[in-house]
Nanobody, 127 residues
Framework: QVQLVESGGGLVQAGGSLRLSCAASGRTFSTYIMGWFRQAPGKEREFVAGISRSGSNTLYADSVKGRATISRDNAKNTGYLQMNSLRPEDTAVYYC????????????????????WGQGTQVTVSS
């Protein structure tokens, strides 16, 4: 079991940037794949970005491609999501997830593949 705690959300103007963090504990951080998802009011939780165990492979949703960068520091047991050029439609609760599944792009973007989730951090982008 792994415990995840997100931080770094907040209120930002359109065009601004935020860096979200996901602090992990409970198991060796490098043993699991990590992903970021988000959920806006009235909508399902959707994939944002995912990263392999070593950090060498990443995947992004089309909606954030070119504006988001996912990374991880296995020595610090922390994952990150840098979001730039934020838009009002990026407003959502952002969650980090962890999975021990065998790596594939399908696993990265499949919400049900993730076994552990954090409590989420709110990102609000004003126009």
């Amino acid at each position: 079991q792994v415990q995840l705690v997100e931080s770094g959300g907040g209120l930002v103007q359109a065009g601004g940037s935020l860096r979200l963090s996901c602090a992990a504990s409970g198991r060796t951080f490098s043993t699991y794949i990590m992903g970021w998802f988000r959920q806006a009011p009235g909508k399902e939780r959707e994939f944002v970005a995912g990263i392999s165990r070593s950090g060498s492979n990443t995947l992004y949703a089309d909606s954030v491609k070119g504006r988001a960068t996912i990374s991880r520091d296995n020595a610090k047991n922390t994952g990150y999501l840098q979001m730039n050029s934020l838009r009002p439609e990026d407003t959502a609760v952002y969650y980090c997830g962890a999975t021990f599944s065998t790596y594939s792009n399908t696993v990265l973007y499949t919400r049900t593949a993730y076994e552990s989730w954090g409590q989420g951090t709110q990102v609000t982008v004003s126009s």
